[in-house]
């Protein structure tokens, strides 16, 4: 089975802090997405990356970065945590066929205090 | 931001009973997929529907794509406690090979 693994279960930061969401997934894939989930709002796409040390800006990429050094890493950063940044984090990945969906990760639920 | 609605938002469901979720876009969708998220759990990938008036089915479940590619729906046959969760239909973007979820449908069982 394809597995995506997110480092921390739960983060509690405090505000201004530079925090690291860490996603490594083993199945090769090109694809690599974040996105974070609140409540009514659904998913919203923050950063994808669809190569080795590339990265595009999804729809709210403000007050976020990414990095991608190696295929299997997707690192997320938050330069400066706020208390608006508090969420769930959901990182994904999917192959070239997107016939077989995104896999995610069970997520990251950070609270910024 | 969102390309797709869902409609309801909530669903409260009796066991045995069926009910229908729509996701409808005011554009053309390339594709859309489907995906199942249990309630503290992620977000698990259902189905993709590519072809006009396309309908596929798994188990008690039936997906359909509209004729002019812009709406979508899941159909829950005899509805059961397993069936809990929420779901979120995915319309496709060709251009970074990226998904975009609309709002989803929270499903609540009574036994």
């Known amino acids: 089975d394809v597995k995506v693994t997110q480092s921390s279960r739960y983060l509690v930061k405090r505000t201004g802090e530079k925090v690291f969401l860490e996603c490594v997934q083993d199945m090769d894939h090109e694809n690599m997405f974040w996105y974070r989930q609140d409540p009514g709002l659904g998913l919203r796409l923050i950063y994808f990356s669809y190569d080795v040390k590339m990265k595009e800006k999804g729809d709210i990429p403000e007050g976020y970065s990414v990095s991608r050094e190696k295929k299997e890493r997707f690192s997320l950063i938050l330069e400066s945590a706020s208390t608006n940044q508090t969420s769930m984090y959901l990182c994904?990945?999917?192959?070239?066929?997107?016939?077989?969906?995104?896999?995610f990760g069970s997520g990251t639920r950070l609270t910024v205090v | 931001g969102q390309q797709v609605m869902q409609i309801p938002q909530y669903q409260h469901v009796q066991e045995g009973e069926d009910f229908t979720t729509y996701c409808n876009s005011s554009t053309t969708l390339s594709n859309i997929q489907w995906y199942k998220q249990r309630p503290g759990g992620h977000p698990v990938f259902l189905i993709q529907l590519v072809k006009s008036g396309e309908v596929k089915k798994q188990k008690r479940l039936t997906f359909q794509f509209g004729e002019a590619k812009k709406n979508s729906s899941l159909h829950i046959t005899a509805t059961q406690t397993t069936d809990v969760g929420t779901y979120f239909c995915?319309?496709?973007?060709?251009?970074?090979?990226?998904?975009?979820f609309g709002g989803g449908t929270r499903v609540l069982v009574k036994p």
């Open positions: 995915a319309p496709f973007k060709a251009a970074g090979n990226k998904l975009t």
């Open positions: 994904a990945s999917n192959g070239r066929r997107m016939v077989y969906g995104y896999t």
